[in-house]
């Protein structure tokens, strides 16, 4: 059997804790972190390992801060 | 700091499905969090990169936030006096007819200062592209009235709402613009959902598609927050904007292949 | 030698433009200067050379469609009058900010406001101090011919070229409207766009991959960064002063007394000249060819041989302010003019300098 994962990368410090790709995300994968980049904003963070790799909060996120993996892995 | 909930096993190259355009320059945008500008940009610069015409593009932008956008659009662009682009663009247009040009304007820039530029080129039938970011409001300045801010919607110029016995009404200038002949493809979307933000991507490409075959104007108003002027988060600003822009400045298209679509009648 | 024809002023315009190898053409008509775009549309560049002609929506239009042509590294050109130029103010001021190349023709008549259709010289402090805001000067020829007309208009985009500037060329109704033998110069073939982006490598003509994207703009938001725009610009205008003014001198060496006079109002000057020497009164004509730069020392070496200086112009007394300036209070200087679109007449000149210079 194969299924297909995905992941995640936000950029930190080029987030601007606008909170769109929350809303975005059909697994409520995103969250606002509690610390502050140095801009001073909170920053987008994963808070589950639910991401299937759809692109819709990279998609739209103004600032295009996350870049979105996926892969088909073999599973056991 | 170890990142919680990396799945480090898949995060190779060849496993990427989504990432910012290298169009796009490798710099901090100057717009609001959440501001619709920056996506906007983005799809622009992913229909170029996928059609592959960065290197035979040249755009104009507008004073307005979106000044800026010749530092993040990694393009030849030309910054334009406020409201001129559309005169840059013809120029441009003409004198180099296999290019693709096109315009990004507010609509402050496009409907009020520029208002004559913008009919004209239009009428003109000049085969370019304009891109109409439509937030309701100047927001460079500071949050003014704009032509197409709302009756009743509040600015720091009609801070007790605009009066449309006094202010005027708000100016559908997309609609006025759809009318003229040399007009070929009008539509108005959004890009605060994945959804919109698709559905804008299909309209630029087509646009651009268009601009090949110089079949006419092609005008994609991008109906769009200003969290800032609104005085709201961007998250609410968006919301706002379903429940008050939408319904005004509908979404879809206008007129595609030269003809005008019926819109549907809101209640 | 090149071709001789018999032409109004205007026309020269828009022959000699086709002939430099002029890109596109975009204006507004407006008398009494619409034979320019006339005549382009009735000579088709378009078929002849590939030139572009196309008739705006309003001068601003016009000039921000030079910007837009200018900014791709494209030669381009407007004409207009007086009210037209005022409207293009901001689009001059922006195409001196970004630093780029374009040639306007302001074919003069009396203001302010609609003024009158007559031939003025009013414009002469909105041409040479600026015009529209910041601090910035465009390179203002004066032509007093239909001769000069065509050569000034090849001139003028050598310079806006080389200096990458605004380039005027401040005329008038008369000189417009004027016809005269003019020799042409031959066909300069438009430069290709491949010559083009060798050329002009600032230019906004499409980014090839072997190099970082082109912004034209004339805005720096950092205060130090504005301010090494402006060095630069002052920088370019010292270089102008140094290499570029133009003048002629007509019977200055045993003059007693001097007029300062530039385009119509010195071929007028040329007459009164004659008419004042039949008289026994040794007058010379000091021409400024290039308003900016004003050949200031030129025309101080020769302002302070002589008793006294009277300045023509058909304004108020504008140029006057850079004859005194350049000139210096050891020298008598006072203005005669006629304004409204009433050209003096050489008797009346001659009259004025009696009265004004001798007698006063
Ligand atoms: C001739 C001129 N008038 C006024 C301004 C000031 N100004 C700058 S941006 C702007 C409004 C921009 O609003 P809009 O086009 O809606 O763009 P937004 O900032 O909302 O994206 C104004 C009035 C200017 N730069 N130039
Ligand atoms: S890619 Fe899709 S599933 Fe993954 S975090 Fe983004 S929106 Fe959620
Ligand atoms: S949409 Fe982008 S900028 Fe906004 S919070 Fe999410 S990651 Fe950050
Ligand atoms: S002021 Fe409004 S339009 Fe400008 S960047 Fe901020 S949110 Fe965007
Ligand atoms: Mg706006």
């Known amino acids: 059997m194969a299924k297909i994962i995905g992941d995640i990368a936000i950029n930190n410090e080029r987030c601007k804790g606008c ?14 972190s509690k610390e502050v980049n140095s801009k001073g904003y909170h920053f987008a963070i994963k808070v589950n390992g639910e991401c299937t790799g759809c692109t819709n909060c990279a998609i739209v996120c103004p600032d295009g ?4 993996y996926r892969a088909k892995v073999a599973t056991v | 700091m170890e990142e919680q909930f990396a799945k480090t096993e898949i995060r190779k190259p060849e496993n990427i499905v989504y990432k910012k355009t ?47 956008a010749y530092d993040f659009l990694n393009i030849d662009m030309l910054g334009a006096a406020h409201g001129r682009a559309p ?69 720091s ?25 040399g007009v070929y493809y009008v539509t108005r979307q959004a890009v605060h959902t994945p959804n919109h933000v698709r559905k804008t991507k299909k309209a630029i490409r087509k646009a651009l598609e268009l601009q090949k075959e110089n079949k006419g104007l092609c005008f994609i108003e991008i109906v769009s927050n200003c969290n800032s002027g609104w005085k709201m988060t961007p998250v609410q600003s968006n919301k706002w904007m379903e429940e008050n822009m939408f319904p005004f400045y509908q979404l879809g298209d206008i007129k595609v292949d030269g003809k005008l679509i019926e819109l549907p009648k809101t209640s | 030698m090149g071709e001789l024809r018999l032409m109004k002023g205007n026309e020269a315009i828009a022959e000699a433009a086709i002939r430099a190898g002029c890109d596109g053409y975009f204006g507004y008509p407006i008398t009494p200067q619409s034979e320019v775009m006339e005549y382009l549309m009735a000579e088709k560049p378009f078929e002849r050379t590939g030139m572009v002609v196309l008739q705006a929506e309003s001068e601003t239009a016009s000039i921000n469609m030079l910007y837009g042509g200018a900014g791709t590294g494209k030669m381009v050109l407007t004409s207009s009058s007086s009210p037209g130029i005022s409207l293009m103010q901001e689009g001059i001021s922006y195409l001196a900010g ?26 002469y402090f909105q ?45 008038d109704g008369a000189i417009g409207q004027m016809m005269e033998k003019v020799v042409l110069f031959d066909q300069v073939p438009r430069r290709t766009d491949e010559e083009i982006i060798k050329q002009c490598p600032w230019a906004s003509n ?52 001097l007029f300062v006079a530039f385009g119509l109002s010195a071929r007028i000057c040329q007459k009164s000249t004659d008419l004042a020497r039949a008289k026994g009164i040794k007058v010379g004509l000091f021409r400024p060819i290039t308003l900016f730069p004003f050949p200031a020392i030129q025309v101080s070496n020769v302002g302070n041989r002589v008793k006294g200086i009277l300045v023509v112009e058909m304004n108020a007394g504008q140029m006057i302010e850079d004859v005194k300036l350049s000139v210096g209070c050891k020298v008598k200087i006072e203005h005669f003019g006629r304004f409204g679109g009433i050209i003096p007449s050489p008797d009346e000149v001659v009259k004025a300098l009696e009265q004004k210079i001798i007698g006063g």
């Open chain 1, 19 to 32: 909170e769109v790709c929350i809303a975005a995300c059909p697994f409520t994968v995103i969250a606002m």
């Open chain 1, 65 to 68: 801060v996350i870049t979105v």
């Open chain 2, 22 to 68: 290298d169009l796009m320059v490798d710099r901090p945008l100057s717009y609001c969090p959440g501001c619709g500008h920056g996506t906007a940009h983005r799809m622009l610069m992913e229909v170029l990169e996928e059609m592959d015409i960065a290197d035979k593009t040249i755009g104009v932008s507008p004073v307005g936030c979106s000044v800026l």
């Open chain 2, 87 to 155: 005169a840059l663009a013809t120029a441009i247009k003409r004198l180099w007819p296999n290019h693709f040009v096109f315009t990004y304007q507010g609509d402050g820039d496009l409907a009020a200062i520029g208002t004559a530029e913008t009919i004209h080129a239009c009428n003109r039938g000049e085969n370019i592209t304009i891109i109409f970011i439509n937030n309701g409001i100047y927001g460079m300045t500071g949050g003014q009235m704009a032509p197409t801010t709302l009756p009743g919607m509040r600015s």
């Open chain 2, 157 to 181: 110029t009609s801070p007790y709402g605009r009066d449309v016995a006094t202010m005027g009404h708000p100016l559908k200038i997309t609609e006025l613009i759809s009318h003229l002949p």
């Open chain 3, 98 to 123: 970004a630093e780029l190349p374009a040639v306007i023709v302001n074919i003069v008549r009396g203001g302010p406001g609609l003024g009158t259709i007559q031939p003025s010289q009013a414009d």
């Open chain 3, 127 to 171: 041409a040479v101090k600026g015009g529209g805001h910041g601090d910035y000067h465009s390179l203002v020829y004066a032509p007093a011919s239909v001769q000069e007309m065509c050569d000034h208009v090849k001139l003028a985009f050598d310079k806006a070229f080389e200096y990458r500037t605004p380039v005027m060329i401040l005329s």
């Open chain 3, 206 to 257: 499409g980014r090839p991959k072997t190099r970082n994207h082109n912004i034209i703009t004339s805005l720096d938001l950092d205060p130090a960064g504005q301010e090494r725009v402006n060095l630069k610009l002052q920088a370019k205008y010292r270089e102008m002063e140094k290499n570029e003014v133009m003048y002629e001198e007509i019977m200055c060496e045993d003059a007693d007394y």
